[in-house]
């Protein structure tokens, strides 16, 4: 498969499949690399060739370029050294159990091509990491394969229900991976849907992907696993990075922790005061007030219900505008200015909505101190509306407990006893004056 | 022999993906501890270069400061790629006739020693298929490509390396010619040409460690070895002619060992500790041992330890690197033994444990970690092996003397993957038009310019442009400063400045240059006296009156001169009257000593001539 070819070029070697080794020449200059994926920012009629020496370019292929397909490359394939497979069954017993839900734990990186694969089999995963099973043995089970931006709430107890498989199949903890975009309702819902935990649950991401050697992937995952194995937990928590060190991570409560940087390893913040613990140098340290395990069998709490909603208020948003948002809802948390207020044009659609049985409910879009209605006539006024001020939940907390509670009971009073009950540690009665850190 | 070079320019354009300036700075406000996983979980053994930087640890800690932001904590996607400096970039390459691409991809390269906080380092070929003429010989440019600087170490101990943010993400250009230089001049011909080439774009940072040159040496015969960021250009000559000498013997000794049939270098070591209980002094002295002594037994080495005659390198020392480069002392070998405190008892004893034969020859190691002189005997065993089929490929570390060291492994082929954060560069004609419309002047037509237009020689010029300094030559010239002063001032006075004790660094002003010289030709002070004023300035001068307070040159009128030396022509009228005009040069050095610099030599003496001429119309 040979010899120039005299009509597009272009046409021809777009339909070449990767890897494929060619030359390409506009008659002055010869090309001569290997076929890799376009990428997909890259502009018109440009054919993406891995050179020789590593480096991918872009050549643009105009009418009157020739090519040609080479046999194999003379340069040796660069890829990973195989995976030892491990085939015998794994029981769950004693174990760590990992549910992976998506993104990647592990990638491996084809030189040749430049395509980054997922790793997803247990033995491959566990070859990758090898110092995962260090302290005892981890099985991997994985729950399906989404971003986490894909993940919505329905998802939330197919999540739940196999954290109580795995303790009911003695589990010594579990951990689960998740993409951290999503991590924080996740670590909320579970909160709300595991009950009676004999053991930790731990979530746990990476903010740099597997496919680069800082990834901070493998850290946080034995540091999760860490957690997981520790007896003195009954918990939802959140094991990330704690400051942009690989040494350090912090253990965070899964209904106080929000994302709060968009980039950064430590970008996971447990709202209001310290988290529960840290580990450091694979060692747990915990704080006061840790939920301890419960005898079990821990069960799913369920359902959710979705009806519920989450609204930030900003100046611009009219009172329209929030009443078509929350049509057909059950309930609907507002994240409000300062201790919790909204315009004042708001107060006649809440009115009637709290009229029908529909809940409102306030928190502060300052993520940080208590939604409190008693110090601005604002407040009064809204409290007066019907709306509950649910004190220093976050915002995504509160939506999620709302889901909870909606699914819980129609009768919207037992569903605001709910939503103001402490739960699972969810509120902080204490802000601490904080110090020198 | 045949070599090629890498030229890596920092530039001065901002860092290359992200909003920081591209300076170094010794403030640190931030310190952190990483780890670096080997790529992707593959297996190590692939490349030799990233085993032995994984056989020394991943634990690294990083000091930030001003000249970071989270891009170069590695907590922060890169930005797109600097268009300044990649406008830069394409310059040179146009410079060089180079052919750009037609869309740029950014590369992770994978590093992982620890410089780079990603554990790789971005890069991107910009153009192909250069040229160059040095001197009437032309040499290919084979690559421009636009790449981030690393990390600089700032210290470290066993357990942990620390490096500095500071320079991590400046801007590199690297240009890579092909193997055609055959000789040491020729590379340093090269480098400089391509350094005047990269300066020309008027973007590029100054000072030492700005410009680094990788020389790529190998040897008919011989196997490719880089000796990697040179920064200092005069010795690139001796750099690669040291390196084709040694490839030179190492090949001499291939040639005997295989003439001696020397087997396969076993690894195994043998304790002989006890053996060197009586030993009193150098480094088996029992009182300061710490640990086992191991030997090795090299089968049909003997006498090819040392150097062959009428040559500075040996294998010796080869074998001796091995174990420095895992934190070793060195090591003692056969052939320099008796000696070290060894006498020819013990070396007698060594040979009969080893059941050593004629030819043979032996390493001992001592170490206070048994593991750690087993790992350097070790190495020394594989070093000693691969001596057998001649060179092997390295990299290595150029010192200060002109010699150079083992570093590591050559790395295999790069190992790369594209950069998915940053997008592709299309590089677009009009782009590249509105780039050749500003293209510098090249830097031969600017030598030739020089030449004719300021009646300079072509080797002053040569000497401007090797001390970059054709852009201040330029500007004082017009200034109306005569081109000689200039070329004097820039060539010999300013780069052998005397620094006042404690002051390392000297770049004055074009202005402050300029006011010097306008005073010297004014006459405030003589010609004589400009090494010790451009001293003055180096000292912190803040002013032309305060460097001729400074340097005592200040003060002297007209006035002052001619009574001196009225005063001097009558104390010595005796004299003057007996030798007439032969007395004019012992007094000239007694009236020049008094000046000290204040008056211009020219000056004085035409008053002295005539001083003695009033004095003695005879003379
Ligand atoms: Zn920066």
Same mark, same amino acid.
């Given at each position: 498969m040979s010899g120039a070819d005299r009509s597009d070029a272009w046409v021809a070697l777009r339909s070449l499949p990767m890897g494929e080794h060619v030359e390409v020449s506009d008659g002055e200059r010869t090309w001569t690399g290997t076929i890799v994926p376009h990428h997909e920012l890259s502009g018109d009629r440009i054919l993406q060739l891995k050179l020789e020496s590593g480096y991918n370019i872009g050549i643009r292929i105009e009418p009157g370029f020739t090519f040609r397909t080479l046999a194999e490359s003379n340069a040796p394939p660069v890829r990973g050294a195989p995976v030892p497979g491990g085939t015998v069954p794994r029981s769950a017993t004693g174990s760590v159990v990992l549910l992976t839900t998506g993104g990647t734990i592990a990638s491996r990186v084809d030189y040749e091509t430049g395509g980054v694969r997922p790793v997803k089999e247990e033995s491959e995963v566990l070859a990758f990491y090898p110092? /995962? =099973?260090? %302290?005892g043995a981890v099985r991997i089970v994985p729950v399906f394969d989404r971003l986490s931006e894909d993940i919505a709430p329905e998802d939330w107890p197919t999540i739940a229900q196999h954290v109580v498989t795995a303790y009911r199949d003695g589990a010594a903890g579990v951990v689960i991976a998740h993409g951290t975009d999503t991590l924080g309702f996740t670590a909320a819902a579970l909160s709300f849907l595991l009950a009676d935990l004999p053991g930790p649950v731990v979530l746990v991401g990476a903010q740099r992907s597997p496919d680069r050697p800082s990834s901070d992937g493998a850290s946080n995952l034995r540091a999760a696993v860490a957690v997981a194995r520790d007896p003195r937990i009954g918990e939802v928590v959140v094991v990330m990075h704690a400051g942009p060190s690989d040494d350090r991570f912090a253990i965070h409560r899964g209904t106080w922790v929000r994302k709060m940087h968009s980039s950064r390893r430590d970008a996971f913040h447990s709202q209001n005061g310290p988290p529960l613990g840290y580990v450091v140098d694979g060692r747990v340290e915990l704080g006061a007030g840790v939920r301890p395990p419960a005898a079990g069998p821990p069960r799913l709490d369920g359902p959710m219900d979705a009806r519920g909603g989450l609204l930030w208020f900003y100046p611009g948003l009219t009172a329209d505008r929030a009443e078509t948002f929350s049509k057909g809802m059950r309930g609907i948390v507002l994240a409000g200015t300062g201790l919790g207020h909204v315009g004042s044009w708001h107060l006649t659609w809440i009115r009637s909505a709290t009229a029908r049985g529909m809940i409102v409910a306030m928190t502060t879009q300052c993520l940080e101190g208590n939604a409190d209605p008693y110090v601005y006539a604002t407040g009064r006024e809204l409290l007066r509306a019907g709306v509950l001020y649910l004190g220093d939940l976050l915002p995504e907390t509160a939506y999620v407990k709302l889901l909870w509670a909606l699914g819980h009971s129609a009768d919207p009073k037992r569903v605001e006893e709910l939503l103001r009950a402490d739960r699972v540690g969810e509120f902080r009665d204490r802000h601490d004056a904080g110090g020198p850190p | 022999m045949k070599a090629g070079l890498e030229v890596h320019q920092q530039l001065a354009t901002g860092k290359l993906f992200c909003a920081c300036p591209s300076e170094l700075s010794d403030d640190v406000t931030l310190s952190f501890v990483r780890r670096l996983r080997r790529a992707s979980g593959e297996g190590l053994a692939i490349d030799p270069a990233v085993e032995y930087q994984a056989s020394r640890g991943f634990s690294y800690r990083y000091e930030a400061g001003p000249s970071n932001c989270l891009v170069e904590m590695d907590e922060e996607p890169p930005h797109p790629v600097n268009p300044t400096a990649l406008d830069t970039a394409l310059q040179v390459a146009l410079l060089l006739h180079a052919r750009p691409v037609d869309e740029i991809e950014v590369m992770r390269k994978i590093v992982v020693d620890g410089s780079n906080t990603s554990g790789f380092q971005r890069t991107a070929l910009v153009a192909v298929d250069g040229r160059l003429d040095v001197a009437g010989k032309r040499y290919s440019i084979l690559s421009v490509c636009l790449e981030e600087d690393a990390a600089r170490k700032s210290g470290g101990s066993d357990a942990e390396v620390i490096y500095r943010l $500071?320079? /991590? &993400?400046i801007p590199l250009i690297e240009i890579a010619t092909g !193997?055609?230089? +055959? %000789?040491g001049a020729e590379a340093r011909a090269v480098a400089e040409e391509i350094g005047a080439i990269v300066r020309s774009t008027r973007r590029v940072r100054r000072g030492l460690g700005t410009i680094r040159e990788d020389l790529n040496v190998s040897i008919e015969g011989g196997h490719r070895t880089e000796i990697k960021g040179v920064q200092e250009l005069r010795l690139i000559e001796q750099y690669v002619e040291g390196e084709a000498a040694r490839q030179s013997v190492l090949l001499g000794i291939r040639d005997e060992l295989r003439r001696r049939n020397a087997p396969p270098v076993g690894t195994v070591a043998t304790e002989v500790t006890d053996g060197f209980a009586d030993v009193t002094s150098g480094p088996l002295a029992a009182a300061s041992r710490k640990g086992p002594v191991l030997a090795l037994r090299l089968r049909g080495f003997a006498d090819l330890l040392r150097s062959p !005659? &009428? +040559? $500075? =390198?040996? /294998?010796g020392r080869e074998l001796a690197e091995q174990a420095r480069s895992i934190g070793l002392r060195g090591i003692l070998h056969s052939d320099e033994l008796p000696g070290y405190g060894v006498d020819a008892a013990h070396v007698e004893a060594v040979a009969r444990r080893l059941g050593l034969e004629r030819e043979d020859a032996f390493v001992l190691v001592t170490d206070g970690s048994r593991e750690r002189a087993e790992r350097a005997i070790a190495r020394v065993a594989e070093r000693a092996d691969r001596a057998r089929e001649g060179i092997p490929g390295e990299t290595r570390d150029p010192l200060p003397d002109g010699r150079t060291r083992f570093s590591r492994p050559l790395p295999g082929r790069e190992r790369m993957y594209p950069e998915t954060d940053v997008p592709p560069i299309s590089v677009e004609r009009a782009r590249l038009e509105r780039l050749a419309e500003s293209l510098p002047e090249s830097t031969a037509a600017r030598r030739a310019r020089l030449v004719r237009e300021y009646g300079l020689s072509e080797e002053i010029v040569r000497q401007l442009a090797a001390a970059d300094a054709l852009d201040p030559f330029e500007t004082l010239a017009s200034y109306g400063r005569s081109p000689g002063a200039v070329a004097r001032l820039l060539v010999q006075e300013v780069p052998g400045v005397a620094l006042p004790p404690g002051i390392v660094e000297f770049e004055p002003s074009v202005d402050a240059l300029d006011a010097l010289l306008a005073a010297a030709e004014a006459g405030r002070f003589a010609k004589e006296g400009i090494p010790n004023m451009l001293s003055a300035f180096a000292g912190g001068a803040k002013d032309l009156e305060a460097a001729l307070t400074v340097s005592g040159l200040g003060g002297m009128s007209r006035e002052e001169l001619e009574g001196l030396v009225e005063k001097v022509v009558r104390e010595n009228a005796r004299m003057i009257a007996a030798r007439g005009g032969a007395a004019f040069s012992p007094l000239m050095g007694d009236v020049m000593r008094a000046v000290r610099g204040r008056r211009d030599g020219g000056e004085v003496a035409k008053l002295l001539r005539e001083a003695i001429a009033r004095s003695n119309p005879a003379a």
């Open positions: 110092e /995962l =099973e260090a %302290s | $500071d320079r /991590l &993400g !193997p055609e230089i +055959t %000789s !005659p &009428g +040559t $500075d =390198e040996r /294998l």
